[in-house]
């Protein structure tokens, strides 16, 4: 049912007798023998209370009171010509099951759901069992499927056996299934009606519709399907993750991806760990190793690598196993052999290698520009970059040349110190001068 303000909590736990007895309508008097009636066109839903809370019966009858239905326990209001209703037998679990009704009395759909809602534009919702969890659906005016829930893939959360159903006294299809956070009136539910307000900001929307709900996170389409129980740990609306068409999306510390037009989910929650997409591949983490899917999710290269870096437009990605590290391209090949301390990504063709604390510098072909012989150095950022030897600082161009640009900071460092030292000699030598001076002169006096 629609998700109700803390007023109704409330009214789920009264005992008492809450419906108002109505007045019959003029020339009616059959409708004296009803506690409650409801007017429709030419039916009525009339309800005739034995004992409140406890026993009920609901009926859809004629203008003359000729009863259309057999006794229900609750029949809801009608809307796009249905009324939902809940027949006197109850499900295997003890609680009531919910179907829909025309005008006629004729059942449309079969009572068998644990919750549902009233149509609207051609649609409702649907809660059901769903193994150890209860599912969302929605379902048209026929009661076929159009969009389920893939539940499954949120298995810690919306559990039957965590799950509380509460309804209105001597009112069944007015009932929520609760997931309790904590009494009286903090509490999940799976199913989400929205004011008119952000109905109308979702409708606005120009793709999907993220939304937070005490802590947790569900996304809705601009049809007022909910794609994404509210779940989720943590979305990525800004695409700092996310790329290629597709939104890193976070359950647990699980990560997967769903379409950010869509919001169907297109990689379950697989991966501990993942960066953002470079040249249509994803770097993704599980069980300790990183591999590369594509924006479909499918696996292009296998989970093997220690470090993995994002692919550049040279068609490589500095990866590592064991602490050595190589390169290869987005078909997984290896293109530089995994035997280095050290490998950067490739920029400007140039990939910056380490040998034994001695930095030097390669092209996609294996040969290098230079010879490893800097003792600090730093990727090529840029068209050039700066490096380090023999404390002198060089500024090294893509061709491997060099162009000297002073001392290495540690040789400034050493020279600062140096002249810090002479300084507090000179100065030592001057003030002991001074003193032998003065000494000096009282003497002679």
């Not at 649907?126 to 193994?131: L, Q």
């Not at 993704?284 to 690598?305: A, E, F, P, Q, S």
Request: net charge positive; proline share 4%; glycine share 8%.
């Amino acid at each position: 049912m629609p998700f109700r303000n803390l007023a109704l909590l409330f009214l789920l736990l009264q005992p008492a007798w809450a419906m108002a007895q109505t007045k019959p309508a003029t020339g009616k008097t059959w409708l004296k023998e009803y506690n409650d009636y409801r007017e429709y066109d030419d039916v009525y839903v009339v309800k005739k209370v034995n004992v409140p809370c406890r026993s009920y019966e609901t009926f859809i009858t004629d203008k003359g009171g000729r009863k259309l239905t057999p006794a229900y326990r609750d029949i809801g209001d009608f809307a796009d010509g249905l009324a939902e209703f809940v027949p006197m037998e109850l499900g295997p679990d003890g609680h009531g099951l919910h179907g829909f009704l025309d005008k006629k009395g004729k059942v449309v759909i079969e009572p068998k759901y644990t919750s549902t809602d009233r149509f609207r534009n051609g649609k409702t919702w649907v809660i059901y069992p769903a193994g150890k969890q209860y599912g969302l659906s929605y379902i048209d005016r026929t009661g076929k499927e159009i969009y389920r829930i893939p539940i499954h893939h949120y298995d810690k959360s919306y559990l039957i056996k965590d799950s509380d159903i509460a309804f209105l006294c001597n009112q069944d299809t007015k009932e929520d299934v609760l997931w309790w956070i904590q009494r009286p009136m903090d509490f999940h539910i799976l199913n989400f009606n929205f004011s008119r307000f952000i109905e109308k900001e979702i409708k606005a929307a120009k793709f999907i519709y993220h939304f937070n709900y005490k802590g947790k996170y569900g996304i809705i389409d601009k049809d007022m399907v909910l794609k994404v129980p509210v779940a989720l740990d943590d979305i990525d609306p800004e695409y700092k993750y996310s790329g290629q068409g597709m939104e890193r999306v976070q359950y647990g510390d699980k990560f997967g991806y769903i379409s950010p037009f869509t919001g169907d989910l297109i990689v379950p929650f697989d991966y501990t760990d993942t960066r953002k997409p470079t040249n249509g591949l994803f770097w993704v983490k599980k069980d300790g190793k990183w591999g590369c899917i594509d924006k479909t999710g499918k696996l292009r290269i296998r989970h093997l690598y220690d470090e993995a870096t994002g692919f550049t437009a040279e068609n490589r990605a500095a990866v590592a196993i064991n602490g050595k590290f190589g390169h290869i391209d987005k078909s997984g090949k290896v293109r530089t052999p995994l035997k280095y301390d050290f490998a950067s990504y490739f920029n400007h063709g140039i990939s910056m290698i380490r040998i034994n604390d001695k930095y030097g510098y390669m092209d996609t072909t294996g040969h290098f520009i230079t010879p490893i012989i800097y003792d600090e150095a730093l990727p090529f950022d840029n068209p050039t970059t700066s490096v380090e030897r023999l404390w002198l600082r060089f500024e090294l161009s893509l061709d491997g040349k060099e162009k000297f640009i002073g001392f290495s900071y540690k040789l400034n460092a050493v020279f600062i110190v140096i002249g810090v030292l002479l300084f507090i000699w000179l100065n030592n030598l001057l003030y002991q001068r001074v003193l032998k001076k003065r000494l000096f002169r009282k003497t002679q006096k």
